[in-house]
């Protein structure tokens, strides 16, 4: 069984005397993709960015590999890469300047144009950032927060706003990111995204953690608790007539 590479203990975040984050805890494998799911409010952000280091801890610890964030968030910035809802860049600053800038900063020298091939961004090179669409923003983000190969990748509602190809895209690199042994923790409001990218989620309400588990489990959790509904089978979706319409490809 893989180890953990982050513990989180009795995590708070209070604001105005209220707690956003209210006294969670949990672990994550090293090498899983873990969700954390829950309506807007919940406290989704708010313990990612706690983990990030970019909101001060109230209460508790986490530690990823061994470091505690609030102890030294230094070297915690240079184990993880940060995917942000709404990623933005320098305007008039083309794709490869924007990678190695990315590298420069963490001290690292990387070849750039490998980084957005990777990311389908090869072609876009020598494009400017604002020019990209939404997904293509995206998709530069994951590569700029990649480029010091980062412990844990944090990736906060990734595909939020994308067309159904660029959100089954961005599906292939989060397990392309996964494949090569970096961990991913992330938050969605999409249930269908939880179930096909996340080896386990939390669910969050009121700033707790109310379950916890795989998605197939805690499906088998509510169907032994007696719920049902009327069942239809189908071999394909809306989505599915979409995609196949209208091609596999990414439209940039």
């Not at 001290?107 to 090179?125: W, Y």
């Not at 969050?204 to 588990?213: F, Q, R, S, T, V």
Request: charged residues 30%; proline residues 4%.
């Amino acid at each position: 069984m893989a180890k953990a590479i982050l513990k989180v203990k009795d995590l708070k975040k209070v604001y105005g005397g209220k707690p956003a984050v209210d006294g969670i805890s949990f672990e994550v494998k090293k090498g899983e993709v873990f969700g954390i799911l829950g309506p807007n409010g919940a406290g989704k952000t708010t313990t990612l960015e706690m983990i990030e280091t970019m909101r001060e801890i109230d209460g508790g610890t986490a530690v990823i590999d061994g470091v505690d964030v609030a102890k030294d968030p230094d070297a915690i910035k240079r184990m993880i890469g940060v995917q942000p809802q709404t990623p933005a860049f320098q305007d008039k600053t083309k794709l490869l300047e924007i990678i190695e800038l990315f590298a420069a900063a963490y001290g690292e020298k990387v070849n750039a144009q490998e980084f957005l091939d990777e990311v389908s961004l090869g072609e876009k090179a020598s494009s400017f950032a604002e020019d990209l669409s939404g997904g293509q923003r995206q998709r530069l983000s994951i590569a700029a927060a990649l480029v010091h190969n980062p412990k844990v990748f944090f990736m906060d509602e990734p595909t939020t706003g994308l067309d159904p190809q660029a959100r089954r895209n961005l599906w292939d690199l989060t397990r392309e990111v996964r494949d090569k042994g970096v961990t991913v923790l992330m938050t969605t409001h999409y249930m269908e995204e939880a179930e096909m990218l996340c080896d386990r989620v939390a669910i969050m309400d009121n700033g707790k953690i109310i379950a916890l588990d795989t998605p197939k489990n805690l499906v088998k959790q509510l169907l032994k608790r007696g719920f049902k509904k009327e069942q239809h089978v189908e071999q394909a979706n809306l989505e599915d007539v979409f995609i196949d319409l209208t091609g596999k490809g990414l439209r940039e």
